[in-house]
């Protein structure tokens, strides 16, 4: 007999269904990694980057260290350049520029880090240790964290901007934080990137970070793309529906990370993983088809469904 699960998936799957097939699709075609461009000046970034927190804080000699090598080069191999790191993060840093320096011949890098302490000249010692630790002379991206310190640390990267020493600067928020300082900022400050949560379960940053960025010509670069893993629960033994065929996903980490980039205020996204796997499965979100809105609106439903049966 049926578990009640296992019927309510059904029926939230058969209209998403019809006309596809109930199987993974194959993996998207290979081709050119998308790009989309930053507004302050044109450059184009591959849609799918690298966050680093939790999976690249481990000690250099552990057994969780020994995968991120074939994590990196998988992370190139596909096209990848931005890699997202903090201060914050413990031994991140420093594990990234490590695997750096061991590559015979380092690959386009996009490096983003950011400034997590209260003070003027602790924000700048910080920050050139960060440089040290991830093994570049120059940062492209430094961005306030958490809005530590936020005034006396943007004041230090326009300066540095200016001078040359960061190409583009921002601030970050992440999961549950209130975000009306953060949109102040937004709208008074030049900035050229923001970071902040936003996935197929918690969509708030539509109310107004997505539009605001969108208006402000701010490149948004987005965490927590599966909440922590916690997605993959209402997911886990369904599956795919027709609407992530047509979009060439064969994983339901691709329907979450292809739903993201189908806003089009959406930069960049930063999954993590510590995983050689996992990356190339996050990769191929970045290749391919993306959703319009009425795919959205499916994808929603069909994440809708699934929740409530779970």
Known sequence: ???????????????ATRGGTLHAAAPAPRGTALRRPIPASGEMLPVIGMGTSRTF??????????????????????GGQVIDSSPMYGK??????????????????????????????????????????????RFDLIAVHNLVDWRTQLDTLKRWKEEGKVRYIGITTSHGRDHAEFLQIMREEPL???????????????????????????????????????????????????????????????????????????????????????MQDNMQAGFGALPDAAQREEMLRVFAALRASS
Not at 1 to 15: E, F, I, N, V
Not at 62 to 78: C, R, S, Y
Request: hydrophobic share 45%.
């Open 192 to 278: 050229d990137f923001v970071q902040f949560s936003y996935n197929i379960a918690d969509r708030r940053a539509e109310e107004a970070l997505l539009p605001t960025a969108a208006d402000r010509g701010i490149a948004t670069m987005i965490n927590r793309p599966y909440q922590r893993g916690d997605l993959f629960a209402a997911t886990r033994g369904a599956p795919l529906p027709a609407v992530a065929t047509e979009l060439g996903c064969s994983s339901w980490g691709q329907f979450f990370l292809k739903f993201i980039l189908g806003h089009p205020a959406v930069t960049c996204v930063i999954p993590a993983t510590s995983s050689p796997r996992h």
């Open 57 to 78: 804080d481990v000690d250099a000699g552990a057994d969780a260290a020994q995968p991120l090598m074939a994590v990196l080069e998988t992370f190139f191999a596909n």
């Open 92 to 137: 991140a840093e420093t594990r990234v520029g490590d695997l750096l320096r061991s590559m015979p011949e380092r690959p386009p890098l996009f490096a983003a880090t950011k400034v997590w302490t209260d003070g003027r000249e602790a924000g700048i010692a910080q920050m050139e240790e960060s440089a040290r630790r991830m093994a570049v002379e």
């Open 1 to 15: 007999m049926l578990s009640r699960r296992q019927l309510l998936l059904a029926s939230a799957l058969l209209a």
